[in-house]
Each structure stands twice: as C-alpha cells, then as structure tokens.
C-alpha cells in the first residue's frame, strides 16, 4: 500500500472495478465530462482544501499506452486545460493508476508517431500540470477482496510493473521509481 499525504483528491472512472479509494476529496466522474470541466473539479479541490494545495490527485481509471479512459477520455491531444493546473501551482503530484498509461517508447522531448505513447503522454501531463506524475506500464490489478480488509483510508494499493516518475522541466524527464 502507498500511502498519500493529505489534502488529496481521488477521481474515480464511473466504470472503474473494484475498489474505491477514499481521501480527503473523493468523486466520482461521470461518463463524457469534458477534460476542461474535470480540470475545474481539480481546482475546486485546490481552492478548497484547507491548506489551498493538494498534495496528490489520484486519477483512478481503465487506460491503455498514452489514453486514460475517464469522462470523455484524455489523450495526448487533450491535455491542454491541464494548463490552468501548472497556472495555480498548487499541486503535488498527479497518480495515474490505470492498466498500462506509461507504457510504449520513451523519446523525450519527441513527439512520437505513435499518439498512443505512455511516456511522451505522461511527459506532456507533468509539463502541463507543473507537477510530477506517476504512472505504471503493466495492467493494474486489485484484488477487492483483500484490499477492502486491510486498506485504511488515504491509501491506494500499490502498482503492477514498472512505475515512472515524470518531472514538469522541460525535455520529459522520466525516472524508474519501481521495478
């Protein structure tokens, strides 16, 4: 288990399985919410937590190489409203946890053939953000049973795979924080 300081925000996919994790903020987005409106959610958090920054955004999710399906779905391309996130600078780190989002071939500060690619996806994210985001390149798996047993609140299980973690400088930099 990993645990998140607080004041953080889960966003849970209205079609996520399993189990839901429980913060200071926690929501359920529901199916089609444009991108810029899901950025307005992050904010409210933001001007409403008590220290008026959010230590961690969890993003919980299906999602495939450079795509995470939640609301309408973000990709590579739909990145841009994160910008008023980098604006306000008031958060930690963003955590992706969806099946296989950082997977694909990491070409920093590259704009690959592939759109799909989970490294320049997840490059792009931190940049927009201004702030770091985690993410794994293997599918994601939670054992429902177990985790409703034994996880406390604040808590997301850990990751499957190889987990990066991608700094907002410029150039994409990612470092292997979990093998």
């Known amino acids: 288990m990993i645990s998140m300081k607080q004041s953080s925000l889960v966003l849970h996919s209205h079609d996520v399985p399993g189990y839901k994790y429980k913060m200071w903020a926690t929501w359920t987005v529901p199916d089609q919410l444009p991108v810029a409106t899901l950025v307005d959610w992050i904010i409210w958090g933001i001007d409403h937590s ?8 969890i993003i919980n999710c299906h999602g495939r190489s450079g795509h995470l399906k939640i609301g309408a779905g973000i990709g590579t391309s739909d990145l841009d409203p994160f910008k008023r996130l980098r ?20 070409t920093p500060n590259a704009c690959p053939v ?33 985790y409703l047993a034994f996880c406390p609140w604040g808590h997301i299980d850990d990751y499957e795979g190889n987990v990066y973690r ?12 979990s093998p």
Not at 87 to 105: D, F, P, R
Not at 117 to 138: H, Q, T, W
């Open 50 to 57: 008590p220290e008026l920054y959010l230590k961690n955004v």
């Open 87 to 106: 604006n306000k600078g008031a958060i930690g780190t963003i955590w992706i946890v969806a099946c296989e989002v950082s997977s694909g071939k990491y």
């Open 114 to 146: 592939d759109s799909d690619n989970g490294p320049y996806f997840c490059s792009r994210l931190a940049e927009m953000a201004g702030c770091d985001v985690i993410a794994a390149d293997k599918s994601q798996y939670v054992d429902v049973g177990f």
């Open 166 to 177: 991608y700094s907002p400088g410029k150039g994409g930099a990612r470092e292997l924080i």
